[in-house]
Structures are given as C-alpha cells and as structure tokens.
C-alpha cells in the first residue's frame, strides 16, 4: 500500500493490477505444468478484494448501515441518547447536574485497546506456546491454534460450572489459567507456577494494549471537581482488584471510589442482574444513578429498564479503529499471510512515533520500506537463537542502520534470548587484500567478472596496493601506462607479465600479509576471534565481504564458524567454505521464488537508505591516543554527506519511528519473522513493481557512490546519449538505443512509471513476468 500510510480504497488500484498479473502468472505455470510462482502463503484476490474493500468502506456507510439493522430489530428497543469522544464532556456535565453518583463501563468507555481482546488471548497463547518450547518434547509441542482452542474450551467449560451455580455465564480467571496451565503441565508446583506466569504475561499484554479513552482524563477530573462519587461497573472475567491495576496503569484509578466487577458478584450487567447488586452495594435509589457505557445493551438498555439514566458512548472514529482491527484480526487467523497487514492496521491506528509527514518523501519512503528491514532484524534475532549464536556484527555501512533497529527491539519483550550485537568496520576494500592467495588472474577475476572497466591504477586502488611501487613494477613488465582501460586482460601480454612477475608477487605477499595481520588485530579487537560460531548482518547481495574474511582466515585456528544473514542472498556460483553459511530472508535466489527474485528489481534503494554517513573503511591503522588499538581508516565522499543530508537521514528517522511503534506493541503481535515475511514481501514488491508517481520521481534525486570496483557516482535517470541516438541512421535503431538504455537502468520500474502512460506498469510486470518464466 502506497507508503503503507493511504486509505485501502487509494490501494485497490495497484492491488489490482498487482492481482491481474498473479492470477495471469499462477494459470500459466499451472498450464505448463511448472512450479508455483512463490511458495509463501498468498491471500486470493476474492480474498485481498474482501479485506481491503471492507476497510475501505466509509464510516458513514457503515454507521448508517448499523442504525438500518437497528430498525429492522423487534422488541421493546429504548431510545438510547449517545454521544462520541469529543462532546462526551460537555454532555456529561450537563445531564449529570443532579445526580451525586455517577458510574462508568471500563473497556471501550474509559480504556481502549490497541487489538481487540479476543487477539489479546491469541497472543497469550503464543506467549504460552514459547514457553512451552523450553519444557516440552518437540514431538509433544501443540501449535498456537491448539493452545487458542483449548482456552476456548475451558472458557465454555468453566462459565458452564458458573452457571450450574445459579451465577452468570463468567469466567473465574484463577480457574481458568490452572486448567489451561495442566493441559500441557499437569504436575505440581509446575502447574501453578506456568499458571502464574500466564496471569502476569496476560496482565502484561493487558498494559501493554490499553490507554485511557479520548478526553476521559479531563472528564473524570471535572466530574470529581464537581465532588461527584464515581464507580465502575464491567463485565470481565478479570477480579475488581487487577481492573483497578489496570486502571491506575492508564492514569485512573485514582478518580474512582469503588468498582464491581461481574467475576466477583457472579452476576452480569448483559443479563440486567449486576445492577440492583450495585445501586444495593452503593445505598441508591436507580434514578440517583447516572451510567455511561459503549454496549447498547448492558450500559443502557438494561439499566434504563431499571430507571438508570443513561448516556452511550458511540465514536464513529472509535468505530471504524475497531472494525478494521476486527477484519485484519479475522483475516489472520484464516490467512497467515495477512499478518504483516494485521502489523500495519495496529501500528498505523496506535503510532505514537511514526508521524503523517505526507509533505516529506523521504521520511515517507523509510515509513514504506520499514517494514521489511525490522522483520528482517526480527529474523537476524530468531535465526541467532535457533543457531546458538551469542555474537552478532553488523557490516559497515548499511549495518549501522540495522543495528540500530535491533537496539529498539531487543528490549521490546519479544524475544526469549537476544545475541549480543557488535559493529565491525569493514568494506570490500579493506578486506580484498587479506583475501587473497597469490595476485594471480584467477584472483583477481573474482571482482573482474563483476567491473570488467579496470585500468592499472584502477586495479591498484581496488586491492589497496601502494600505487608508486605497483606502477614502478608494471612498467618493468611493459605495462607503462597505468591509466589505460586494460579491456582484454587475458590477452594483453604486458599485463600478464606484470601478474607472473616474480618482484611483484613478493612485493604482494609482503602488502598482504601486512593487511592480513591488521585485519586481525582489528578483529580480534572487537572480539570476534576466539568464537566458536558468529553471525554477519548486511543488506547483501553476494556476502563478499563474508567471503573475503573466510579466504583470509579459513585455516586459522580462532576464526569462527561464519554465518551470513542477509535481507537478500544473489549467489555468485561460487562453493561457499567449509565453515561458511548464508541465509536470504525476504529473497534467497536459491529458493527459486519468481516473487522473491521480484524483490531485487530495485536493489540500490535499500543499499542506499541503510548506508551510515561516515565514510567507507580503507584500511587499518594505528589509534593516535592508543596506539595498540587499530583504527579503521574512512574515506567520505562529499557526495554522500549531501545525500545524506539532503534525503537519507530523513529516510532513516522514518525507519527508527516505525521500529519504535513496532516494539512497543510487538508484544501483542508476537508475529515470527517467517510469519511476516509473505505480506511483508508483497508491501516491499508494490513499491518495487508498481512505485506511484511521486516515488518514481524521487529516485531520481538520489545517487550512489560506487566506492569499489569502478569508482564512480551512479545517477537514476534514463541515460540517452543524443550522439548516439542521432548515429542510429533509423528509427529502428535508435529505439534500440533507448531500449538499451532502458536495460540498463538501475529500476525499469520506475522509468515505466514516470512515462505517465495509464496501466504502464502493468504492462511492463506481465511481460517482464512472462519473459522469466520462459
């Protein structure tokens, strides 16, 4: 959805589109017998038309809807007065000028909740099925859906026994949580202990979710100004006692004199029988009680058959909240890839730091691809836990945009074990030389294949090597001029005998050896020698850098076993080493995802909103005020202070903002990283396919310094050289010309977007779809 931030009905276009091509795509690899398109789960498009239209529906329709129903009802119906948040002072101070007792419903009237309860159990569950994993037989373990059911069951099991009682349909909580604690923990003192543990996680989750109403603060404060007794009165299983913890957790309790409770009374207020308990406990006639609740029927129709005055709260904001909560909660649980959605729809209704910057394209492109970095890091701490990793190092520069997104959510609460995280300055510069074995060309081909346009001196800069004593050696060999593109290396004989050169191999090893042993030191500095097993975090591609640590330190005894984790993997084709391993999260081309591999139609984008504006690491040297520490040394193009500056920083405040929201209620979500990643996937593939015009036209301000290999600032836009267009001698041929300019931007998708032409994109995705399927 566009910038994740826009109505749903503002997303049904390219959600269209989006469902057009797929259905298109499946029918065809159906026919031809081929696999699956992706193999995450993927919500149809009767299925994405249902959820989305049914969010977008306007709240008026939807009211008038509610009020039509309500006059198709029979019965005694009593006309109910009500009131939204924001006028609900004004009236209450008016109707309540008689009355010296004024009483008040809990939830959904003084406290709202960030899901709906019934989520709220879910995650619970969840919380249950994590702790389990420690005690039980993996065999043994029952999914979240058992565990949600089985709480189901006991509920109707133990409200059962309430009313064999004579008391009202309730549940006693205490009852409930041993029950629900000796299904799967059936021995004491382990039984009450689990039970105790899921009491004080649902208490937590309770906290975590709720916050006072809008205005009841200020309401309160006036009523009691007024020196008026206020109660309340709610239908919950929880006790009085935790109602009034909750409270005073919201800023309330103190405004309130007393509270009834139907799990403590045994009596409901929906039946009409916790009333008289109360005006009975409270010493009151009905009409010298005033009650103010959301339900239409146990907060007015009930106690006005008694002659309680009441008053109804009905938001229509408040309303609408809850209905889209209700319809991603109800997609979830029959889709799970709808759980990123189900994110989304709780983020965007309860941020408190993400803000509605909608002049500001640069903090609104990080509110877009948020999503996909934070499930990523949520990944990096399941995989490290799953791995027995206790040490984990973000790579310089893009790590350090990772890494501080995983210092927001390793405190969230989520998490059983968090690995200790650590940042290591290294670049591809700084670490090809140590790499090495000999300079051979079957070294040296390693970064060739991938910037074929070398010079001498280029080749020179790219391996760290002293450019006067390399030069020097070259000329020896008859390679005398260091700036001339060497365009066939395997052929040219001057260049061949400057690698067979014997001064120049020992002049080599001499170089490498020096950056190997600083490298070292500056590893083992930041404590990654001596461990058994660590992981890498980067963005990706290729995990070069991962490589290049492993060639250099492979047959040393205290180099650890390497783990890559990336947000996407491109395999090189190259065998990985022994102790070397690499995972893709959001796209792992050895998957063979069609979809995944989708993801990398635009892969700058994301190396250049996570790259850190301090310079890339050239070498190691010597600390001035320390000298037996090594310090990296940074080069810092001008170019890349201005991009920062101008875009990125405000790229990366709109990814921290959104990291925030998301630790602060990940906590009820309890969503996995593999259970984020299909609708993650496809949010990060609407920008990538079907990017909207202002987007489009964004990217063209960026720019990329290239500072390996080639050396050089990459532009965006579509590079058409007159010269060549004129020399075509045709049209024919200088549509090839744009044609090949078109290949070779850094994100076709963009182009197609910014040539305005209606259903462009569409176009472009079936036929770019049809030509990697064949």
Same mark, same amino acid.
């Given at each position: ?59 008026? &329709?939807?009211?008038? &809807? ?34 010296? =007792? =004024? ?28 702790? &389990? ?150 010493? &009151? ?349 940074? =080069? ?139």
């Amino acid at each position: 959805m566009n910038a994740r931030r826009e109505p749903a009905a503002a997303a049904l276009l390219p959600s269209l589109q989006r469902w057009a091509v797929e259905a298109a795509r499946d029918l065809y690899l159906m026919q031809k017998g081929a696999p699956a398109a992706t193999k995450q789960p993927r919500a149809s498009a009767a299925e994405r038309m249902s959820v989305l239209t049914a969010e977008a529906l306007p709240p008026e &329709l939807v009211e008038g &809807l509610s009020q039509a129903s309500r006059l198709l009802r029979t019965g005694d119906a009593v006309s109910v007065e009500s009131a939204p948040f924001a006028t609900l002072q004004e009236r209450l101070l008016t109707l309540t000028a008689g009355y010296d =007792v =004024v009483g008040f419903d809990v939830f959904n009237t003084l406290v709202v909740r960030s899901v709906e309860g019934e989520w709220l159990k879910t995650a619970v569950a969840r919380g249950f099925v994590s702790r &389990l994993q420690e005690l039980l037989h993996p065999e043994r373990m029952p999914t979240v859906a058992e565990v949600r059911q089985r709480r189901f069951v006991l509920e109707m099991e133990v409200a059962g026994e309430q009313v064999a009682q004579g008391r009202d349909n309730e549940v006693d909580f205490e009852e409930l949580l041993l029950r629900w604690a000796g299904s799967w923990v059936p021995v004491e003192p382990h039984r009450s202990r689990m039970a105790a543990e899921l009491r004080a996680l649902e208490i937590e989750l309770e906290k975590c979710a709720l916050r006072p109403a809008p205005g009841i603060p200020e309401l309160l404060a006036a009523l009691k100004a007024q020196g008026k007794r206020l109660i309340f009165v709610s239908d919950m299983y929880l006790s009085a006692p935790l109602l009034r913890e909750l409270l005073r957790h919201c800023g309330l309790e103190q405004y309130f004199d007393a509270g009834y409770v139907s799990i403590d009374e045994g009596l409901r207020k929906a039946t009409g029988r916790l009333f008289p308990r109360v005006l009975e406990r409270e010493g &009151l006639q009905p009409g010298q009680l005033f009650f103010v609740g959301d339900d239409e029927n146990a907060d007015n129709v009930q106690p006005r058959r008694l002659g309680i005055a009441t008053l109804r709260v009905e938001d229509p904001d408040e309303k609408q909240r809850r209905r889209r909560l209700e319809i991603a909660q109800k997609a979830v649980e029959q889709n799970p890839f709808w759980a990123a959605h189900y994110v989304d729809v709780v983020l965007g209704n309860e941020a408190r730091h993400v803000r509605d910057y909608e002049d500001d394209p640069s903090y609104q492109l990080g509110r877009t691809l948020a999503p996909g970095l934070v499930a990523f890091v949520v990944d990096v701490i399941e995989r490290s836990e799953k791995l027995g990793i206790d040490h984990v190092y973000f790579l310089a520069r893009e790590g350090l945009t990772l890494l501080k997104v995983f210092a927001i959510l390793k405190d969230s609460g989520l998490f059983r074990r968090v690995p200790k995280a650590h940042y290591l300055f290294v670049s591809r510069a700084s670490t090809i030389l140590a790499s090495m074995r000999e300079l051979s060309w079957e070294e040296v081909h390693r970064f060739w294949r991938q910037y074929s346009r070398q010079s001498l001196r280029g080749l020179l800069k790219n391996l760290s090597l002293p450019q006067d004593e390399f030069i020097r050696l070259a000329a020896e060999c008859g390679l005398t001029d260091p700036d001339r593109p060497i365009v066939e290396p395997t052929k040219e004989e001057a260049f061949q005998r400057f690698l067979a050169s014997r001064r120049v191999r020992v002049a080599f090893h001499h170089r490498r050896d020096e950056a190997r042993a600083a490298l070292a030191r500056y590893l083992d500095y930041r404590g990654l020698m001596g461990l058994k097993r660590t992981a890498l975090v980067d963005i990706g591609w290729k995990g070069s850098m991962q490589d290049n640590l492993m060639r250099a330190f492979e047959h040393e005894p205290r180099f650890p076993e390497l783990h890559g984790f990336y947000l996407a993997y491109v395999p090189d084709g190259q065998p990985l080493a022994k102790k070397s391993f690499k995972y893709g999260y959001l796209s792992d081309l050895r998957r063979r995802d069609l979809e995944e591999a989708d993801f990398l139609r635009n892969t700058a984008i994301f190396e250049m909103i996570t790259t850190a504006n301090h310079g890339s690491t050239l070498r190691y040297g010597q600390n001035p005020w320390a000298p037996h520490l090594p310090l990296p040394e940074l =080069v810092h193009h001008e170019q890349e202070k201005d991009n920062a500056a101008r875009f990125f920083r405000r790229v990366q405040e709109g990814i921290y903002d959104y990291a925030r929201d998301y630790a602060r209620l990940s906590p009820l979500l309890r969503f996995t990283a593999d259970e984020l990643k299909p609708g993650t996937l496809q949010e990060l593939l609407r920008y990538t396919r079907y990017p909207t015009d202002e987007e489009a036209h964004e990217f063209l301000k960026y720019s990329h310094v290239e500072s390996f290999g080639v050396h050089e600032i990459t532009t965006f836009g579509l590079k058409l050289e007159l010269r060549k267009l004129s020399q075509a001698g045709s049209v024919k041929g200088a549509l090839k010309e744009v044609w090949k300019a078109f290949e070779t931007n850094s994100w076709r998708d963009g182009v197609v977007r910014r040539s305005g032409l209606p259903l462009a994109n569409l176009a472009y995705d079936a036929w770019f779809t049809w030509r990697a399927i064949r």
